[in-house]
């Protein structure tokens, strides 16, 4: 089941602007209407508050244990982009916030979902994945 | 014949702005003027309305079942389009809403239709697909 | 010879807004000056007027007979790519429409015609087809 | 030698706004201090004047012709480009005219010129060809 | 142990504006969380002050010294990435300097960090390395 | 040893506008650290004056025995770049010129050098080579 | 319903040797587990008997009329490609045939079918589709 | 759990010779040294027995569910190749088959393991997937 | 009408052996059963007999005006293959001969047609065109 | 005019086997039926006698002067290959020598010529240039 208390953080190390991107191209969880996996990928993407305004980042193999969490997990795809956007940004309140997930083909259709929190720069907003 | 009231659809899980992309390979329906089958793809794109001013989804596996409800329909490309369009509209009053069909080639002719539904940003104005 | 009486119509199914793109790569007419036969292809993309407004759609195959009505004309590139925008345009006044034709190389020349009538939006002026 | 009274020329089709696009992947001439050959691309892009303003077209033979005529001639690249576009501007006094050579390698060197006359509309300045 | 005494420098050549860039492909450092070896490239651009306000450049062989002397570091991206950063604008204190960092896949996630000081000319904002 | 008065010119054959643009991919020159040979390309574009004003353009023969003349000179990637720029423009007074040179790995990092002089239009601005 | 009787042939037009290759990227058909509709591509290949020992082929107006009645019929992919084969064969006894069918991803899973009679020349055996 | 009693077979349609290939993109299992998932591709390619023979084909549905069932064991590379071989020669009893499984990075090393039951004809042996 | 009398010789120029192959990516005929153009490429490639033995090759320019009139001919694409094949062999008596016709796609089905004399070395049999 | 004296050679420096390969993508000569000009690439490959055998190798600037002197001369692709051939027969009497020439498209044809002395082994007979 998600579980948002895997997440760890550590303190930005600077006070001067960068952005993380972290993308997982073996993400799955389970369709809530079939029973049957879905498989995609997930992209995260953020600029974190500066270090002198208590500015963190996610840290990486917690990350990576938070995603796998949702293996069995029978949830929307809507629904796993929104929660993963709204933990991190629970986790770190950064000053923007991006996911996009992308969906394998189900009965024929592929989906991707996009979620934003605070103003995504727009070299990032036409970024495919 | 296209059924809208295969389609269903389940609250949208946050207010913050999200956009869902579905995209299906797989279409197809009966020139009406050949008898003929056509074959392409569609596209839909969408921002829903936030969860807190009523906003939905379109749920997956109704789509695929909308999408195939054309499949012995006799219609132009340009109807198909519009009527996905106007039934997914119907469904859901997203924010905006964006329907792009291509068409493979039929007496080496191959078309793309594009329908529209709102204020579509334009990141998505240039997408091919 | 080209005969615009083939281009058959139907009403736009819709008054929301819409674009529709026609590509042939089998198009083939004659050179006026050599006799020798040209080949290439014709993109048509054009927003029709709304239902509301009179709007209308070329129908395909009326399209395609009307594109092979070239077949064994003697005609410049440029003076085939105006004709087919300005049949196009009196058959539907469409709110804008764009032709492209691109043609093999003769001589050790390729050519591309691009012809317009109406206001073209700027994401399709810059595709190359 | 190059011979612009090689080039011949026809009225514009139209009035409506049109351009047009020729490629000559076969271009030859002379390096005038070397006297070996030199091999290139032509690129001549076009907006006619209007019809009813006497606007008229390069006729492509013609133009295939001019070409070749400076396959003996010593003559450097930016002379080249220069005089193609001064003769093809003299012959129609179109709206906008853009020529580009692409040149392969010589001595380990490969160039490109670009010359214009009035204004190139900036979806044309942009094309590498 | 990175070690910024390793940077050298050298007086930038010229008053007139220009741009460097340095990309490495082989960095390595090590997890600080799981031990594990990371791999990765790091980008570094830049616009040194001009000569005549102290403007001065990284000397290329002590770049790649100091690169190395992350090998056996346990250190997270993020602070690779601004050390990096810092480190550069402590030895140079250019206009504008720019650092992304491509981490291959751990546990199935690649990373990118992308850190910058100063104002970098949008050109170079878009790029992917 | 890098010798400008190899450089030769000739008048700019026009008063219209154009831009000329060489590319060598065989320029090599020495590490004045390592004393290793460095092998890179070397692209410059310009514009140069009209002919009443005086204009002129580099010949490209003289080019080659120019970039040639670096052959075994220990010197800095910066210092190439800016001294052709500045050579160059010594040379010619362009209305404007740009030099990019690409340099092949040497210890793992590539790298790219931009200089220029006056106001480069921003469709060369983009120009990865 | 698959209907062998649609097909139609005509005599081969030679005694010397000759092949032939169709390739449909239009075919559907229905799983007759699921009932949801199967997309794919089927190829063709044979030669034919020479015509002195009354060889004959697949008229291809006839062959796509035929391809088309599998639509609504629900068969599995290894009884779509037998069928066509021994169809064919039934038609024609032609000297060899080979019947590729490749499949959409249905739950994940693309399938290709391969059916042969006679005995296919090497070249053909080792083409993907 | 694997579990092959999911596994279901259908006749062979045909005494005539043909060939199967299933490949799932979305195969996932656990590794049964970390506990970490592991993700992959699975191929699996057979000629059936003829059908007087007894031939059978496993059926599409089935394979998926019984692919599904590895999805929380611990279990190596090698075992998850070795059994579906070895469960599929069990339910079918076919002339040859051969499985692929293609493993995506762990550690910063991919893995494909090949099996195979039978004599596995060469045009098949020289696949990639 | 096709027109064999159009095509012209000229003596092999010698009696070493040499391959000729010439690819036209323009042929056009008429489907016989439903009136309209077919489109494809025609390749022949063949040896001639030595010059000694009364080796001849075909004229290009005579090939090209051949290729052209079937332009308004019904006829199937087997019958234009074998026909273009036994012209040229009868017009030249080549030590081998082959003839591979490619056919865009018609009601979706793309066609390609092989037909050979003589006996083609196997590094001519297994090219696609 | 083609002039074989321009051809020079050297000793072949070795008697062990090597393979000599030299293309040129910058042939022009001139149709004999036509007067148009033709470009097109000229690949020569060989095996040099073994030095004690009194082999030879073609010196590079000899056989670039001698492919110009072809420039204005009026001669078939066929006659251009076995001439090629037959002069550097004559002057290498290498153990092997394979001539292959590509053409540009005129009249909508490609061509490429072959032509052998000696036995090529199976490796370079299929190369494609």
Redesign the interface.
Known sequence: MPDASLLDK?P???D???????????F?SV?P??G??D?GSVTVRFEPKPANAGGT?V???S??LY??SF??EGI????V???I??DLVALMQPTWLQVITHW??????????????GTVP??F??MTK
């Open positions: 550590f930005a190390p600077t001067q602007p960068f952005v993380v991107e972290h993308v997982s191209d073996e799955t369709c209407v079939t049957h996996p498989f980042c840290e990486l193999k990350l990576k995603l796998q293996r069995n929307y795809y809507e629904a982009t929104n929660q956007r709204d394998k083909g189900r009965g024929g259709i592929s989906s991707v979902i996009r979620a934003t929190s727009c070299e907003l036409t």
